[in-house]
């Protein structure tokens, strides 16, 4: 009985022994050294889309782009993350804009993926839904202009009106009536959601007449309500900030025209629509040609001013979206543009010498509820937008100002500092051009300037959650993601050439 013993014990020994060396046994490592950008490793052969963009309630077949490799000068540095499988189910996202395309990453760039295929004449910030979920689109094909959903990730889109028939025929005549209701619709601002749900939307269509009019879709119904029908040709639509009016402008191209037909020469006039009850609402119409809209006061208030080649813009008032009674909001002239920060509603403009009511040179900021602006620098900028993802004012060539005025980005190199960028961190994002070459560059907190990657580009944009990755659009259409503290460069995908925006979604 012990000799059984010891030779089971003997052979339970031998049986496992080679089992409790393998698990004891060391294991090599795998992991790669760790990098603040993500690497996606290729996961599939990409897809071709279709040429023209579909007008079923099918999805896009869509091309998905996850490999990845170095931008000069900066060295690809590998990381241990794993690639995501997908586009994030409930945003944010990134859209991207491209002459016959639109695409949409996740927010760091990964994932790059056609969310769209076709002529797109819609500026992305207005095409987007409050909600982010869905985007309204004006595209172009050959039988004329269409009015398109396209939801938010699926691709899954559907055709909401057929808003103009404009052939190749019919582009030949640039001054037909025809031709004048297409370039209303596709050249201006023609779409506006409602606030809130976005449950309506605003859109400018020829659908039952010769000109551009006034149209909304309800997107519980389904139905498409015409409310405006004049001979004037409607353009940018502008909804009240309670959701109650539609403001809208109403211009013509009258003769003589020589040279190249770019905009309307003419301004017709102003109106308003009651969205719950359809009536429309003259308003007094600004002086000028030019169809001059600044924003909103308030829910019942909107701001224009008037133009003229002496003295540019001047006059500067609120008026009230029913009775159409204006208030002074500033009298002094400026340069051509005055435009509003959503955070705060303060306005920025250029002063216009040359007008005996100027301030003279400079860049001015007049606060909201006041009417004597102040001076933020004393050269003129050429040209003043906001920028709502880095929620700065940009005043070109000179810089970039907060919404109160307190804090200011100068460029790095002065009239050779182009697509700034600014991120939720405070880190800076720059375009240099200098002897037709690029180079991107980027400032974090108090640290120097640091060249990440070399060549042209046509967007920069930092990721809408931490403010930490930058992404870079070059002009070729190649996405690159670059991410704090080293910023190495890394190809996230490839896109069409001339990316014309890049935005996040709500």
Same mark, same amino acid.
């Given at each position: 009985?012990?000799?059984?013993?010891?030779?089971?014990?003997?052979?339970?020994?031998?049986?496992?022994?080679?089992?409790?060396?393998?698990?004891?046994?060391?294991? %090599?490592?795998?992991? $790669?050294?760790?990098?603040?950008?993500?690497?996606?490793?290729?996961?599939?052969?990409?897809?071709?889309?279709?040429?023209?963009?579909?007008?079923?309630?099918?999805? @896009?077949?869509?091309?998905?782009? =996850?490999?990845?490799?170095?931008?000069?000068?900066?060295?690809?540095?590998?990381?241990?993350?794993?690639?995501?499988?997908?586009?994030?189910?409930?945003?944010?996202?990134?859209?991207?804009?491209? !002459?016959?395309? +639109?695409?949409?990453?996740?927010?760091?760039?990964?994932?790059?993926?056609?969310?769209?295929?076709?002529?797109?004449?819609?500026?992305?910030?207005?095409?987007?839904?409050?909600?982010?979920?869905?985007?309204?689109?004006?595209?172009?094909?050959?039988?004329?202009?269409?009015?398109?959903?396209?939801?938010?990730?699926?691709?899954?889109?559907?055709?909401?009106?057929?808003?103009? &028939?404009?052939?190749?025929?019919?582009?030949?005549?640039?001054?037909?009536?025809?031709?004048?209701?297409?370039?209303?619709?596709?050249?201006? =601002?023609?779409?506006?959601?409602?606030?809130?749900?976005?449950?309506?939307?605003? @859109?400018?269509?020829?659908?039952?007449?010769?000109?551009?009019?006034?149209?909304?879709?309800?997107?519980?119904?389904?139905?498409?309500?015409?409310?405006?029908?004049?001979?004037?040709?409607?353009?940018?639509?502008?909804?009240?900030?309670?959701?109650?009016?539609?403001?809208?402008?109403?211009?013509?191209? *009258? !003769?003589?025209?020589?040279?190249?037909?770019?905009?309307?020469?003419?301004?017709?006039?102003?109106?308003?629509?009651?969205?719950?009850?359809?009536?429309?609402?003259?308003?007094?119409? !600004?002086?000028? +040609?030019?169809?001059?809209?600044?924003?909103?006061?308030?829910?019942?208030?909107?701001?224009?001013? =008037?133009?003229?080649?002496?003295?540019?813009?001047?006059?500067?008032?609120?008026? &009230? *979206?029913?009775?159409?009674? %204006?208030?002074?909001? $500033?009298?002094?002239?400026?340069?051509?543009?005055?435009?509003?920060?959503?955070?705060?509603?303060?306005?920025? @403009?250029?002063?216009?010498?040359?007008?005996?009511?100027?301030?003279?040179?400079?860049?001015?900021?007049?606060? %909201?509820?006041?009417?004597?602006?102040?001076?933020?620098?004393?050269?003129?900028?050429?040209?003043?937008?906001? $920028?709502?993802?880095?929620?700065?004012?940009?005043?070109?060539?000179?810089?970039?100002?907060?919404?109160?005025?307190?804090?200011?980005?100068?460029?790095?190199?002065?009239?050779?500092?182009f697509h700034p960028a600014i991120s939720k961190q405070g880190y800076q994002a720059w375009q240099i051009i200098q002897n037709q070459k690029g180079r991107v560059v980027v400032k974090a907190a108090a640290g120097d300037w640091q060249t990440i990657a070399t060549g042209l580009v046509d967007q920069l944009l930092w990721d809408?959650?931490?403010?930490?990755?930058?992404?870079?659009?070059?002009?070729?259409?190649?996405?690159?993601?670059? %991410?704090?503290?080293?910023?190495?460069?890394?190809?996230?995908?490839?896109?069409?050439?001339?990316?014309?925006?890049?935005?996040?979604?709500?």
């Open positions: 009985m012990h000799n059984y013993s010891k030779v089971l014990a003997i052979l339970l020994v031998i049986i496992f022994l080679p089992a409790c060396v393998l698990f004891s046994r060391p294991v %090599a490592s795998t992991t $790669m050294p760790t990098s603040p950008a993500k690497v996606v490793q290729s996961s599939s052969t990409p897809n071709t889309g279709p040429a023209e963009l579909a007008l079923t309630d099918t999805p @896009f077949p869509r091309i998905v782009i =996850d490999t990845r490799t170095p931008l000069p000068p900066t060295p690809l540095t590998p990381s241990d993350t794993p690639a995501p499988a997908g586009l994030n189910p409930s945003g944010p996202y990134i859209l991207f804009k491209a !002459p016959t395309s +639109i695409w949409i990453s996740n927010p760091d760039g990964s994932f790059l993926t056609q969310l769209s295929t076709s002529q797109v004449a819609t500026d992305l910030r207005l095409a987007i839904s409050p909600k982010g979920d869905r985007l309204a689109l004006v595209v172009q094909n050959d039988q004329g202009l269409d009015l398109m959903q396209v939801k938010i990730p699926s691709g899954h889109t559907e055709k909401i009106a057929h808003l103009i &028939d404009y052939t190749s025929q019919d582009a030949s005549d640039a001054t037909s009536a025809k031709s004048f209701a297409a370039y209303a619709i596709r050249d201006y =601002d023609s779409l506006a959601w409602q606030p809130g749900e976005g449950r309506l939307l605003a @859109f400018m269509g020829a659908i039952k007449g010769p000109t551009s009019d006034l149209y909304v879709y309800n997107f519980q119904t389904l139905k498409v309500t015409q409310l405006t029908n004049g001979p004037s040709q409607a353009v940018m639509p502008s909804w009240s900030p309670d959701g109650q009016y539609i403001l809208h402008f109403g211009v013509s191209w *009258v !003769p003589p025209f020589g040279g190249a037909i770019i905009g309307a020469n003419r301004l017709d006039g102003l109106w308003s629509v009651n969205a719950s009850t359809g009536e429309v609402i003259t308003l007094p119409r !600004p002086l000028g +040609i030019n169809p001059n809209f600044a924003g909103w006061l308030d829910a019942a208030h909107f701001i224009t001013y =008037d133009s003229s080649e002496q003295c540019f813009s001047q006059n500067l008032r609120g008026v &009230d *979206v029913v009775s159409g009674k %204006a208030t002074p909001i $500033m009298s002094y002239s400026f340069y051509y543009q005055v435009v509003q920060s959503p955070e705060n509603e303060a306005l920025l @403009f250029a002063g216009a010498p040359g007008c005996t009511n100027s301030l003279g040179d400079g860049i001015y900021l007049l606060p %909201a509820g006041q009417t004597k602006p102040y001076q933020l620098t004393g050269k003129r900028a050429y040209e003043v937008s906001w $920028m709502p993802e880095s929620k700065v004012f940009n005043a070109y060539p000179e810089a970039l100002f907060s919404s109160d005025g307190q804090t200011r980005y100068d460029p790095p190199v002065y009239d050779a500092s809408p959650l931490q403010g930490k990755t930058l992404l870079i659009v070059m002009d070729d259409g190649t996405l690159y993601s670059a %991410a704090f503290p080293d910023f190495t460069a890394v190809k996230m995908g490839k896109m069409d050439r001339a990316v014309s925006q890049a935005i996040w979604t709500p």
